[in-house]
């Protein structure tokens, strides 16, 4: 009898767990929720169920894998229903900055002319909120907000289907909008020290093959140090593997910072070693060190930092949050070098600061999971 009330308890905690991290990585831009159904529970049930083995708890592994599947079953039904029956339309109010909408998909888009029109089946009213509209179709946002009709500025939906904050300028109600949750910022820390010494310890013969082949392969260090710039705008030293010859290549400190697609400098185990991400895993030493983070914005070598900063306004912000090994620019956009995408990244990384959560580390967690498969971005 415990050990059905074990199993029963466990696996109502871990659904419930599962439950709410999908409902909130599904509230990201960009995440076909029904394709992320399967790795959060599995995540879910798996913290739950490893805690119980670790304690030593008496429970069924056949209850418990019966509960697993009846949940993931369950959502996936429910996804591919409720994308069938109710899928999102949005009205959209004419005035003001509201034309880019167009170029953005995953929605059906209701373009009214006259305040005469109501879209009975729309799921929000979409309005550039700053713009002169005049009084009759103040009115007519009036009237849909109190029938209960979701009212969204327009720069409000751009971010939710883009993932990126689009910065004009730092105004005071601007930046208190981005400052990061401090109390997540120190629980975050403490995860991030625990999980990089478990990890360091676990990975120890795997990091030592890595450093045999990098011997092997190519003349020079096993480890390549860099400066870079850090947390609150503090130099750091950052560990990678070398993936690249050494003393290879010319031009100056800026030119040599950035790699190239298809640089002639990488070597045959850094291609590889880069595809899959490999590299970063000399980072849990920035990690142990407090200078680092799994995920956040990518700290960049100090003289490009200092470049981006003299060429983009607001770069510096980025560095409110520690750095991290990867980030929601780079499972989203990869690995960029150029003024223009860099300002983009810059779009990205805005957004995690302003979405800072356990819940879009999940999500970024789980693509960076697919990159490393995939080998997005890498070069």
Known sequence: MANLQVTVTAAAIAHLAGFLSYRRIGNFPGVAAASYILPTFALSYGAVFLTIFFF??????????????????????????????????????????????????????????????????????????????????????????????????????????????????????????????????????????????????????????????????????????????????????VYKFRSMRQHAGAGGDKEKAITKRDDDRITRIGRLLRKFRVDELPQVINILRGEMSWIGPRPEAVVLSQWYEAELPFYRYRHIVRPGISGWAQVNQGHVAAVDDVMEKLHYDFYYIKNFSPWLDVLITLKTMKTMLTGFGAR
């Open 56 to 237: 030593r708890f008496e429970y069924s592994r056949f209850q418990a894998a019966a509960s697993f599947t009846q949940s993931t079953l369950w959502y996936f039904g429910l996804s591919l229903l409720t994308r069938r029956l109710d899928p999102y339309r949005l009205v959209v109010v004419p005035g003001g900055d509201v034309e880019r909408l167009k170029t953005l998909p995953g929605v059906h888009w209701f373009w009214i002319k006259s305040t005469d029109t109501i879209v009975e089946t729309a799921s929000g009213v979409v309005v550039d909120l700053r713009a002169d509209l005049g009084a009759e179709w103040e009115r007519y946002i009036a009237d849909r907000a109190l029938s209960g009709t979701p009212v969204y500025h327009v720069k409000q939906v751009r971010e939710s289907l883009t993932g990126r904050v689009e910065i004009e300028h730092l105004s005071e109600n601007t930046l208190g909008s981005l400052n990061p949750n401090q109390a997540y910022l120190k629980i975050k820390q403490a995860a991030d020290w625990v999980s990089a010494l478990i990890l360091i310890v676990v990975l120890s013969p795997v990091l030592a093959l890595v450093a045999l082949l990098i011997r092997l392969d190519s003349e020079g260090p096993v480890l390549f140090r860099q400066h870079r710039m850090g947390y609150r705008g503090k130099i750091c030293t």
